[in-house]
């Protein structure tokens, strides 16, 4: 498709078990975001790519969190020992360099039990 | 931090009727963006706005940028079943690419 692609769309995991999810953007795309989206709130920015490299990863919330884009394509957002306060809809984004206008993906809903 | 306070929290209208709601910040931001998102979705760009006092339609849409860059409102006319969902408003600064997101509001259309 010529979307933003994440997956899983549905994770269910055990507390202290370790998550990777996967985000696919828009071909052509060099920007990349990870944003997170609690119940009745708006997404909080996690993390944002130009190409491979993270030019802000201010928002990730402590060291649990960490994501990578190796190739300046797919990127992945892992999390270890997972908390069930990390239970959230994970959102990627992608844009064209330099533009604000950006597209987001479905979502991958996490829940941990 | 930046925060983005965004009313109504909710709206519960007839179908037909037009709407308003609005973003107001404590920052001054360069751009503004307005997302709708319906349930089991992400946020659908509906209207960016890039300069102070910039009008701009989509549609039955249309945003405005407050001339003091502080503020953002987004109108609906005519209003349908379908434009039911999350409406959030999000903002960019001059120092930044991330986006800060309002909390939503909440659009219920009843035909």
Known sequence: ?113 | GQQLNQSPQSMFIQEGEDVSMNCTSSSIFNTWLWYKQEPGEGPVLLIALYKAGELTSNGRLTAQFGITRKDSFLNISASIPSDVGIYFCAGQTPSGSRLTFGEGTQLTVNP
């Open chain 1, 1 to 113: 498709g010529a979307g933003v692609s994440q997956t899983p769309s549905n994770k269910v995991t055990e507390k202290g078990k370790y998550v990777e999810l996967r985000c696919d953007p828009i071909s052509g795309h060099t920007a990349l975001y990870w944003y997170r989206q609690s119940l009745g709130q708006g997404p909080e920015f996690l993390i944002y790519f130009q190409g491979t490299g993270a030019a802000d990863d201010s928002g990730l919330p402590n060291d649990r969190f960490f994501a990578v884009r190796p190739e300046g394509s797919v990127s992945t957002l892992k999390i270890q020992r997972t908390e069930r306060g990390d239970s959230a809809v994970y959102l990627c984004a992608s844009s064209l360099i330099g533009s604000t206008e950006a597209f987001f993906g479905q979502g991958t809903r996490l829940t941990v039990v």
